[in-house]
């Protein structure tokens, strides 16, 4: 290679006024540049509450699967699991920074929340996600099973969200297509090889498909943020249909019956969106949040 | 243009803008080092606004961190070569495509020992799940041209590689993603 390749790691050890101190640090505004105006058509608070929704999803399951690095079974199965919360990350922060701007489209100075802000210095109850993403996963089956119910279910949404009235989130869901599409293909994959395995492994893949699935039908319940976006946001009572099509295949291939059981209960009417979750996401947030609340102000 | 302070102006004037359009293109690519930014398609766009230049590229991936540190790089060239006012801008739409390789990028890749990307599937109306092993065509080896070859990993060191080995001579190598 050419000192010409290694332009980009070379100018880390320059004097500049930028402040990184490794490669990929030095994080600035994942929407940096982007023409982040809403809408006249689309009720700002709301797009803020709905982008948050979607981006917590990605951030705290992000989260989990970051947990199981260095704990995969090989060394191929890492580096894919890595790269899927990468994914997932990269989607998180552009999610959250669309909600901060959402949200300073109605204060006085324009200025929203940014992303760190979002994702460190909420508390658990003012978090959005679904409560499927919270749960450390017990074993590898429950890994492959909650990937693939997660990824199926949110690259339909994104698949609807492509067309969405708010230009930014349409563009971030087209890219994010792509991406699950792997995501999704990877643990439909995993699951067939588990339940179409050994007798072993598909007691432990059925088992854990019978642990996820109560917090299935949570993913497709109607919420008011969603209501107040025609036309933005995906109604994923829409998109039901679709994602229970590819997870009948799956489970056929992999010689799986679908669970019976009944849904995880919601408290007093609420659940992940109104901010009511389980236990072990309090847990999850503590440590997800302790480096930057140990170090406010502190850049990455 | 060279204007009183010895730098270029960004007048809109073609000669400054071919310049500042040739730098930015040979600017590479931080994880495939052998592919400038105009190789991989993410350079969309260079152009002057009102005295400024501005350079539009593309994320490959959402979470790609190579993005951070490709924006540098081009301020730092454009300014080193005089350009005063860089802006560097991000657009994700349309989302990038392994299509937009260029025939030169995956020359390039495969003079590397990387197997350029097949053609991305085209995505209209909901993705199809691809369950047993990927229905897509044989990844030709790009140490000995074999086509039998298979894939060890969905996922590589990057988002946009996966792994493969090949049969006949037993390299293992890495296959740009079609995404």
């Known amino acids: ?33 982007i023409d982040a105006s809403v809408p006249d058509s689309v009720d700002a608070a709301a797009l803020a509450a709905y982008c948050l929704m979607l ?27 890595a790269n899927i919360a990468l994914d997932l990350l990269g989607q998180a922060r552009m999610l959250l920074a669309r909600a901060g701007r959402a949200e300073g489209a109605r204060l006085a100075d324009g200025n929203g929340r940014d992303e760190d802000e979002l994702a ?37 949404l994104f698949g609807r969200l492509a067309e969405s009235a708010d230009p930014v989130l349409a563009a971030i869901a087209a890219k994010g297509v792509k991406e699950l599409a792997y995501h999704r293909d990877y643990a ?7 339940g179409d395995g050994t007798p072993l492994s598909h007691g432990k893949m059925q088992a ?37 099509a590819v997870l009948e295949e799956v489970l056929a291939a992999a010689t799986l019956d679908r669970p019976g059981g009944v849904p995880m209960a919601r408290v007093a009417g609420q659940s992940g969106r109104d901010g009511v979750h389980t236990e072990a996401f309090g847990y999850l947030l503590a440590e997800l949040q302790s480096v930057a609340r140990a170090h406010p102000g502190a850049t990455w | 243009m060279v204007t009183a302070a010895g730098g270029y102006g960004i007048s809109g004037e073609r000669a400054d803008l071919d310049t500042a359009r040739q730098i930015a293109a040979a600017v ?70 392994s299509d937009w390789i260029t025939a030169e990028g995956r ?73």
């Open chain 1, 188 to 194: 439909a994959q995993w699951v067939i090889r588990l």
């Open chain 1, 120 to 156: 460190f210095f909420r508390d658990e109850h003012e978090f959005r996600n679904v409560r499927l993403v919270e749960a450390l996963d017990a074993d590898f089956a429950e890994l492959a099973g909650r990937l693939l119910i997660f990824s199926a279910w949110r690259l339909a």
């Open chain 2, 28 to 97: 590479p690519d931080p994880e495939l080092p052998m592919l400038t930014v105009a190789d991989l398609g993410i350079l969309r766009d260079v152009a002057a606004e009102e005295g400024r230049l501005v350079v539009t590229i593309t994320p490959t991936y959402s979470g790609c961190p190579a993005l951070r540190e490709i924006a540098h790089d081009l301020r730092h060239r454009l300014s080193r070569a005089g350009f005063a006012e860089v802006t560097v801008r991000t657009a994700l739409a349309p989302a990038w495509s």
């Open chain 1, 55 to 81: 981006g917590d999803d990605a951030l705290v399951y992000s989260h989990r699967l970051q947990q199981w690095m260095t704990r995969m079974p090989e060394l191929e199965e890492e580096t894919a699991l």
């Open chain 1, 1 to 33: 290679m050419t000192d010409d390749e290694f332009a980009a790691y070379h100018s880390l050890s320059e004097e500049t006024e930028d402040h990184r101190w490794a490669f990929g640090t030095g994080f600035t505004d994942p929407l940096e540049g």
């Open chain 1, 208 to 244: 854990a498909l019978g642990i996820i699935w109560p917090l299935v039908d949570e993913l497709f319940q109607a919420d008011p943020v969603t209501a107040a976006l025609p036309g933005v946001a995906a109604d994923p009572a829409d998109v039901r249909a679709a994602v229970d």
């Open chain 2, 107 to 179: 020359r390039k890749l495969r003079a590397a020992g990387l197997a350029p990307p097949h053609p991305a599937p085209d995505r209209i109306g909901p993705v199809p799940l691809t369950l047993t092993a990927p229905r897509r065509e044989p990844v030709e080896c790009p140490q000995c041209g074999s086509r039998d070859t298979t894939q060890t990993a969905a996922f590589g060191a990057t988002a946009c590689k996966a792994l493969y080995r090949c049969k006949a001579c037993r390299e293992p190598f890495e296959y740009v993603k079609e995404i």
